[in-house]
């Protein structure tokens, strides 16, 4: 199955991974074959992409190393309460609710250890928040998990990292999803988010475990102290922080939004890459790419030799050697027979690019020709 923009979307197409809104409601399951009524219904539920069955991506195979039902289930719980209609303070029952939860997040993380984190989820447009922390939560506990950190520890970042955006509930909504750039002044207003989640989750009753609250304050510090609110820098920052940080970054940056697309997961990837010591801790953003595919199961790419393949699986540690699907040569003739390679098994290749949607659509129609 392959990925695709909404607006490429067409009847007679096949489903081929599930979409959920935050209520845990589903909106089309895997194997339905779209029509105009069906289509027309997931544009207003503003659905901004589909996974689609092609016979040219049947070999890949979307994996996700959480189940989808707790995925749903977790998405909805911080719907249910980030979406109060007043201060959304945590009570004891959300409390055990969140630790209930996250719980059971990293024990299926811990069992799929060995799945690397390349699903690129899809998102309804106004659920961005709900599904962006839950999302958060996974990225954090998978580097941790990579890191050796026992379960207590993980038990109190998945916490913090689950509710790290629980101030964004004290901004105004028409600056959180403003389609242009924000003013000075509105951009003041949203680095507030920080501190708000950390006074929200401290003024619970009871409070919500202080080191989990400071990751709410911290995870838009940065190592080179030009992050906020309180600019810190280095060792100024928790590392669990810092983890919290990277996973809201490259969540955020690869993630479909109301005002644009989202960024290339190997762009991201790259940038986190080139910023040891300087956005993040080297070692700590080490452990977060180790786990974390630049190119999502799926994706097609163009090699140094020229030729076009389609990811087909990246094994855990080696982010930039996924298995391929070669389907044309280095003079651009499109293989009758498809070629899989192992591109850790081929140190003189590289990935070289990677298509958009549109210029995939292009690539089968002269497949077709």
């Known amino acids: ?59 890949v195979e979307i ?5 989808l039902r707790t995925r749903v289930e977790a998405v909805n719980l911080v719907r249910s309460v980030f979406s109060r209609n007043y201060a959304p303070k945590i009570s004891s029952d959300d409390t055990d609710s969140f630790k209930g939860v996250v719980s059971k997040m990293m024990r299926q993380l811990l069992k799929n250890r060995a799945i690397m984190v390349d699903l690129v989820d899809i998102r309804c ?55 242009g750039k924000l003013t000075d002044e509105e951009y003041e207003i949203v680095k507030m988010h920080p501190l708000h989640g950390y006074e929200l989750l401290r003024n619970s009753k009871p409070p919500v475990n202080n080191l989990s609250a400071l990751l709410s304050l911290q995870h838009h510090e940065r ?52 910023g040891g010591d300087y956005i993040f801790k080297y070692e700590l953003i080490q452990a977060f790419l180790y ?12 090699l140094g030799s020229n030729e076009i393949g389609i990811v087909i699986e990246t094994r855990k540690g080696l982010p930039l050697h996924p298995r391929l699907k070669i389907i044309s040569d280095s003079n651009g003739i499109f293989l009758k027979k498809p070629i899989f390679i192992e591109l850790w098994e081929r140190p003189e290749l590289s ?19």
Not at 154 to 172: E, F
Request: negative net charge.
């Open 1 to 59: 199955m392959r990925k695709i923009y909404f607006n490429f979307v067409k009847p007679g197409m096949t489903v081929g991974y599930p979409v959920y809104n935050s209520r845990g409601e589903l909106l089309i399951n895997g194997g339905i074959v779209l029509t105009r009524r069906v289509i027309e219904k997931l544009s207003q539920h503003g659905v901004p992409a589909l996974y689609i069955e092609d016979d040219l991506f049947k070999d």
């Open 63 to 67: 994996k996700d190393v959480l189940d």
């Open 125 to 179: 447009l106004d659920d961005y928040l709900f599904s962006h922390c839950v999302n958060v939560c996974v990225l954090s506990l998978v580097t941790a998990i990579h890191l050796g950190y026992d379960e207590t520890t993980l038990s109190i970042l998945g916490m913090g990292a689950i509710l790290h955006d629980m101030g964004k509930t004290m901004i105004p909504k028409d600056i959180l999803d403003k389609p």
């Open 223 to 274: 190592f080179n102290g030009e992050g906020y609110p309180a600019g810190l820098s280095k060792e100024e920052i928790h590392n669990l922080s810092q983890i919290v940080g990277m996973a809201d970054m490259f969540d955020a940056m690869t993630s479909d939004r109301v005002y644009r697309r989202g960024y290339p997961p190997g762009e991201v990837w790259e940038m986190l890459a080139a």
């Open 291 to 302: 786990n974390v595919a630049p190119y999502s199961s799926g994706s097609v790419v163009r």
């Open 351 to 369: 990935i070289k690019k990677v298509f958009s949607c549109e210029e995939v659509d292009e690539l089968k129609l002269l497949l077709t020709e």
